[in-house]
């Protein structure tokens, strides 16, 4: 029997098979999440990187190999490796990971602002729940309740830990001090009861710390933002209906578009927040100054100098050492053909340390003079004397420096803020040195962690 008998004499058989909708085409997303469409399907697909197939074997890692990049030596001390990718290969394509890291400080400058091009995706993405909660962190009543926060408390959470430390009679500053400043600013932030600050804080640092590429890391910080999730609830309902002037109350009371804020919403604005940049800042500074006499000498004789003493660290030795853009569509740079999705890693490790840019960049120089360049694309800080590149504090502002309705910036609260305690830290602890015998250095924990001192042992007079 032929096809068309069949179909005849099949009742239906051939309407079915005329009205029978075609199965779409199954769609799988890259974990760069960009669709990647099978062969024959109409849509953007993917060019090929036409520019890399002109590339001879040892070409693009004569000087360096891609498994350096994710090395232990790299992730202890990244400035060797990344010194010669700055000299040699500036826009290095990392087959293995399949990035392109950009290194020079003009490439980093115009890639981290040029948001027609490129854009960064949040900690939530990472994570794969893009969708969880909104980002609130540039509402109006939020940026003023952490403003008032962060200043009304500074000084009084700083003085309390070099109180301790006076009655301990020593320290590790890197987390007795550093880390543990920063965790106590954010609790007075949120008013959280005393009681309840340990656990918030455990569960805060498995959120912050599990978005990267350890999947045993990534699975504890999902538990830890469904966690928190579960204790803001019941506090954000108890805000709302008695609202105080703290970040919790802040969020509770907002109705933004979409309704108002929820739980969810809160754990997001927190773990989209900038923390590192706080906690490794201060930690680098006092491990820069600790180590370089004169320049702490310098603070110690002049004390307005402890400001320009955090933003060289922070140029000097970055505690956010690198920024991760995405192409939003094809797009040409620097000699290469960047896909649509594709990744680049802008590093601030080694464009802070741009000979082009700074004279002597290895150097920690208290007060240089070439820190501010009144240059576009990011170089000088409306907001404040610039830093080099601190990709946790975000873009300069648009707005001034003392704006009339809101706020000064995230850049101006954190160094204000860091030089607030810094000063404390001195004027409490005379005489501050090294412990003999510490042997102290700015490493990461883990790939893509903060960059900062860990082991920071001292002493003082008493």
């Known amino acids: ?84 990718l700055r000299e040699n290969y500036p826009s290095y394509r990392d087959w293995l990971e399949n990035s392109y890291w950009i290194t020079r400080y003009d490439d980093v400058t115009s890639i981290f602002t040029d ?49 301790d430390i ?59 933002i469904r966690e928190l999730t579960e204790y803001f609830r019941p506090l954000l309902a108890k805000r709302r209906a008695n609202p105080g002037d703290d970040l919790v109350s802040a969020i509770a009371t907002l109705d933004p578009a979409g309704g108002p804020a929820t739980a969810e919403d809160l754990v997001v604005t927190l773990l989209e927040g900038d923390h590192e940049t706080l906690h490794g800042g201060l930690a680098n500074t006092l491990f820069l100054l600790l180590t370089n006499a004169d320049e702490f000498q310098k603070v110690k004789e002049e ?40 990744m680049l890693i802008c590093s601030a490790g080694a464009a802070n340390r741009d000979p082009r840019q700074y004279k002597e960049p290895e150097k920690f120089i208290v007060g240089r003079k070439d820190l501010c360049q009144r240059e576009p694309r990011g170089q000088y800080r409306a907001d404040g004397l610039p830093a080099g590149i601190a990709f946790g504090l975000g873009k300069p502002s648009k707005h001034p420096a003392v704006p009339e309705d809101r706020p000064r910036s995230l ?20 005489g501050l040195r090294l412990k003999p015998g510490a042997k102290p250095e700015l490493r990461s924990l883990k790939l893509w962690d903060t960059h900062t001192c860990w082991d920071l042992s001292v002493e003082f007079d008493n």
């Open 1 to 84: 029997m032929s096809t068309t008998e069949a179909t005849r004499a099949t009742p239906g058989a051939g309407k079915a098979q005329t009205e029978a909708a075609p199965e779409a085409p199954k769609i799988t997303y890259g974990r760069n999440g960009v669709p990647i469409t099978p062969g024959g399907v109409t849509g953007h697909g993917f060019r090929t990187y036409e520019i890399h197939q002109r590339e001879r074997l040892g070409q693009s890692t004569a000087k360096i190999k891609p498994a350096q990049l994710i090395s232990p030596e790299f992730i202890r001390n990244p400035y060797p490796i990344l010194d010669i």
């Open 115 to 163: 948001d027609a091009n490129f854009e960064t995706r949040p900690r939530r993405w990472f994570y794969n729940i893009a969708d969880y909660g909104r980002d609130l962190r540039l509402e109006l009543p939020v940026l003023f309740a952490q403003a008032n926060a962060i200043d009304g408390n500074a000084q009084a959470v700083a003085e309390e830990i070099v109180g």
């Open 166 to 224: 006076r009655a301990k009679g020593g320290a590790n500053l890197g987390i007795d001090f550093a880390a543990r400043f920063a965790l106590e600013l954010l609790v007075r932030q949120l008013d959280l009861p005393k009681e309840d600050a340990p656990l918030f804080c455990e569960r805060y640092w498995r959120m912050t710390h599990g978005f990267n590429v350890d999947p045993v890391a990534e699975q504890d910080g999902l538990a830890a």
């Open 303 to 342: 004390r307005r100098m402890a400001k320009f003493a955090f933003l060289e660290a922070l140029r000097h030795s970055a505690p956010v050492l690198s920024a991760r853009r995405f192409a939003l569509h094809e797009v040409e740079r620097f000699g290469k053909l960047i896909p649509e999705g594709g």
């Open 411 to 430: 850049y101006a609260i954190t160094r204000d803020t860091a030089t607030t305690a810094l000063n404390v830290l001195i004027d409490g602890l005379p």
